[in-house]
């Protein structure tokens, strides 16, 4: 049986599923201490009060559940990481798993699943939602990996396509030739194994830009 003598913060911008699940925590002898219907009051509450979990949704205003769990940790925060989403899409996995996130729960899990979870992620270990095949979980790993191949200037130029920037930006900034950007975008397209078109690797690095963040 679960010690519920810690502190939660829940962060939803649905009213309604934020009520239900404060609800749902404390009718069942959890201590919540704060609650938020954006990204940027998540990481306010958190910073202040600190608690031992947060569960936060992706999906949020000012910032997503994975921005708030990124800034948090550059501030050093002690807080276990549980996200609590809709979002079962590998791209999702392979950016929580970047994050170093202790949980990852759908919610359509059962309020078991929460239990099992806070437990886990309480006893220093990882956990994600059953409903999550290995296959999934794998796949996410392989993600990282292939981002490991990556040299310092593909890197380098990754990050500057995540940040919405053409290839005549970086050239400019890198004071290289568009030349020499785009031989870098082929690369990279190479190397994270994918379909080669004109804006994939721009889709892909707005999709992923937590992730690419933190490479």
Known sequence: MIDKDFTIVIADDHPMLLSGLNEELTRNGYNVIGQANNGAKALDLILKLQPDIALL????PLMTGLEVIK???????????????????????VQAKALQIDGYLLKEDSFVEIDSCMETVLSGREYFSNSFDT???DSASEEMTKLKTLTPSEVTILKLIASQKNTVEIAEELFVSTRTVE?????IIDKLLLEKGTNTLTNWALLNRVLISKI
């Open 71 to 93: 800034t948090a940790k550059e501030k050093n925060s002690e807080t276990k990481f549980v996200i609590l989403s809709f979002h079962r899409e590998p791209e999702y996995v």
């Open 135 to 137: 296959a999934s979980l």
């Open 183 to 187: 031989k870098h975008r082929s690369n």
């Open 57 to 60: 949704d992706i999906d949020m």
